[in-house]
């Protein structure tokens, strides 16, 4: 089963756009999809169940549990009585706090799913910041796709991000694959006379 965490450690560069627009297309291949929603903001959450439910039902994910219910040492074990849909939802609680234990059973978690055959692709939409969930997808996912807007601050948590790749493929069977980095958006600059140039 393919995993992808979607990352980068700011705000505001379209993170949660990009995770559900890519989950929704996995959808409409056909893919059986899981969406584990580590933002605290819980925006993924409210677009693939509440929003997607009213204007587009069948890109509507069915919630099977919290990411609580994710991190949850218990879980790899409960994987052998569960019964996948074919886009479902770990949904994300406002204001929690990952500590070390969380996030060992997080990686434990994803490495069950790994070799289990409920889902042909996980999605992980993690929060802007460094946190211990985020540390343990770097361990533990196959791929990860870089958001960004065009513009130093990116540029600089990509390199950021990149570094964090390297300390983590050295704790790992297989290097963490860049899957993608993707410019969300542009930059307009307006000359005197009035023209615009963009980059």
């Known amino acids: 089963m393919k995993t992808s965490m979607v990352h980068l450690s700011k705000g505001g560069v ?3 756009t990009i995770s559900v627009l890519y989950a929704w297309y996995q959808r409409r291949l056909g893919k059986r999809v899981l969406f584990v929603d580590f933002d605290m903001q819980c925006d993924s959450t409210k ?3 509440r929003i997607a439910a009213d204007i587009y039902p069948e890109y509507a994910a069915t919630t099977i549990g919290t ?3 994710f991190a949850d040492p218990s879980f790899p074990a409960k994987l052998a009585e569960f019964e996948p849909g074919p886009f479902d939802l770990f949904a994300s609680v406002e204001d929690i706090k990952f500590g070390q234990a969380e996030g060992e059973s997080v990686m434990t978690s994803v490495h069950a799913l790994t070799v289990s055959n409920h889902y042909d692709i996980a999605i992980f939409d993690t929060t802007p910041a460094l946190d211990e969930q985020a540390v343990a997808l770097f361990q533990a996912v196959g791929n990860i796709i870089m958001p960004m807007r065009p513009d130093d601050s990116s540029f600089d948590q990509i390199s950021i991000v990149l570094q964090l790749k390297s300390i983590a493929d050295q704790n790992r069977t297989t ?3 860049v899957a993608g ?9 307006r000359r005197a006379s009035g023209a615009h140039l963009t980059r």
């Open 181 to 189: 980095i993707i410019i969300n958006g542009m930059i307009v600059f």
């Open 47 to 49: 677009k693939i169940s």
């Open 175 to 177: 290097p963490l694959n």
């Open 67 to 69: 990411i609580l219910d």
């Open 14 to 16: 379209g993170k949660t």
